[in-house]
């Protein structure tokens, strides 16, 4: 099962690089594990972190994320 978790305010995610909307975090509740993905149904590509890494916190998978190249559109 997962959900998506809620954003604090100082959490500041970068937009999709190729749709520019925000995306979410989510986490798997059996495995502890955080990631970022857009979720906008329009988009071509629906990018995410990598879900197998095991980030321990949003904040990590939110890291992550913001390493990514800008956008692109």
């Known amino acids: 099962m997962k959900r998506k ?3 604090k305010k100082k959490d500041k995610l970068e937009p999709c690089p190729f749709c520019g909307e925000v995306p979410g975090v989510t986490v798997a509740d059996t495995l502890k594990n955080f990631w970022v993905k857009c979720y906008n149904l329009k988009c071509s590509k629906n990018p995410e972190t990598n879900w197998k890494i095991n980030y321990d916190s949003p904040e990590e998978a939110i890291a992550a994320w ?3 190249s ?3 559109r």
């Open 5 to 7: 978790v809620p954003m």
């Open 66 to 68: 913001n390493r990514r």
């Open 70 to 72: 800008p956008c692109q």
